[in-house]
């Protein structure tokens, strides 16, 4: 593990695989998450590309915001410190976003445009095109966010102190997981790992980021993407409809979708082979000297 620092001097946790003359991937976690919520896919990757993940500020390793400031821009900055620090002048990576990490990528596209990026995959994530399931935050007026704001903020700050505390509360917080992020039948090591990756985050960073999250609209964001981008979507994924699907493709200028059956939420920990060996398959897209061996 290494570091980079971002913008406003937060430190942000650098996880690194594979060979350093090798294709270069990023991939971007989802909300109150970390590098380990992409399970395998970095190890079936890793023999044929350089493999970096980067915990998010204020999640698991990284540092919290040196000004307090979790906001989209910011994220989005942190991407792109990250991109400058693994990406040598004049190369380009693969940016692989989960859940939220697809909101970032099309946030630093907005933001800080698309040098060093040369292609994207959404695993698992609409760009944050919704406030949270099936409240598209276009839609809200002004005050009905504010007041899901503070709501959420409320919410999340509650559920992790008391979940930190009372480990029975376990089966409840698996529920609303499994509910939210994966299908009824996931094994429960993988819910387990999203929960415990959940209840250790620091509520400040969860708080303000979800906060920022809420009125991100992606899709309005995803014309500034205008690198080839490829969403892997599995159509019982709750977090992201099918009518906000339709958006972002239609925003996108050069995108291409695979649909799953059946599948939700959680595609690197639930599909880690098939998300794996679609990246390596959309490297040597947008990077023909690439060779398309995913591991």
């Not at 090591?189 to 708080?207: G, I, K, M, T, Y």
């Not at 981008?229 to 695979?258: N, Q």
Request: with cysteine; net charge negative.
């Amino acid at each position: 593990m290494t570091d980079v620092t971002s913008f406003d001097r937060t430190r942000l946790a650098l996880h690194i695989w594979g060979p350093a003359d090798a294709p270069i991937v990023v991939l971007v976690h989802g909300l109150g998450l970390s590098s380990d919520s992409w399970g395998t896919v970095p190890d079936l990757l890793a023999a044929e590309h350089r493999v970096v993940a980067y915990d998010l500020r204020g999640h698991a390793q990284s540092g919290d915001a040196r000004d307090g400031d979790y906001s989209m821009a910011a994220h989005a900055k942190d991407l792109d410190a990250v991109l400058r620090e693994v990406v040598p002048d004049g190369s380009a990576a693969v940016v692989v976003g989960n859940s939220l990490g697809g909101g970032i990528v099309v946030a630093r596209a907005h933001h800080c445009g698309n040098d060093r990026v040369a292609g994207a995959v959404f695993a698992g994530s609409g760009g944050s095109t919704v406030t949270f399931p099936g409240f598209p935050a276009r839609r809200l007026p002004a005050p009905v966010q504010a007041g899901l704001r503070l709501g959420w903020m409320k919410v999340l700050r509650t559920v992790v102190l008391v979940g930190k505390r009372i480990r029975s509360l376990e089966v409840l917080s698996d529920r609303l997981i499994r509910r939210f992020a994966f299908t009824s039948d996931a094994p429960r090591e993988l819910v387990a790992r999203v929960r415990e990756d959940f209840l250790n985050s620091r509520p400040r960073a969860l708080a303000r980021t979800t906060l920022a999250s809420i009125s991100h609209d992606g899709s309005r964001m995803a014309p500034d993407l205008t690198v080839p981008t490829l969403v892997i979507h599995g159509s019982a994924d709750p977090e992201v409809s099918e009518e906000e699907l339709r958006k972002l493709m239609g925003a996108l200028p050069e995108g291409e979708l695979l649909s799953l059956p059946e599948e939700g939420h959680m595609l690197p920990l639930t599909r880690p082979q098939l998300v794996a060996e679609q990246v390596a398959r959309w490297v040597a897209h947008v990077l023909p000297t690439a060779d398309p061996a995913g591991g």
